[in-house]
């Protein structure tokens, strides 16, 4: 079992940029595949970017592609989606999640473990 704590959200202005964390307890982030996601009020959830265990390969959904960067660091069990140019449009909660096998990085179905969530919102 893993446990996954996002953070890094607030309200902010558009133009800002926010780096979220996502830290993992229980077992070592080393052993995951992670993904973010986000989720709108009344919309689905959507696709950001993964990472592979090792930083090896990345994968980037079309929602915010170009306005972000994906890393992680597994000694400090933690992985981080840096966010730019930030928009109205990117008001949502955002979401890591954990996977222990390769697949399709962009289903969220896949993935094993998630966060609850944190909230960015930004206004205009």
């Known amino acids: 079992q893993v446990r996954l704590v996002e953070s890094g959200g607030g309200f902010v202005q558009t133009g800002s940029s926010l780096r979220l964390s996502c830290v993992a307890s229980?077992?070592?982030?080393?052993?995951?595949?992670v993904g973010w996601f986000r989720q709108a009020a009344g919309k689905e959830r959507a696709f950001i970017a993964a990472?592979?265990?090792?930083?090896?390969?990345?994968a980037f959904g079309n929602t915010m592609k170009g306005r972000i960067t994906i890393s992680r660091d597994n000694a400090k069990n933690t992985a981080y989606l840096q966010i730019n140019t930030l928009k109205p449009d990117d008001t949502a909660v955002y979401y890591c999640?954990?996977?222990?096998?390769?697949?399709?990085?962009?289903?969220?179905?896949?993935?094993?473990?998630w966060g609850q969530g944190t909230q960015v919102t930004v206004s205009s």
């Open positions: 999640a954990a996977r222990l096998n390769g697949g399709t990085w962009s289903d969220g179905s896949e993935y094993d473990y």
């Open positions: 229980g077992r070592p982030l080393s052993e995951f595949g």
């Open positions: 990472i592979s265990w090792t930083s090896g390969s990345t």
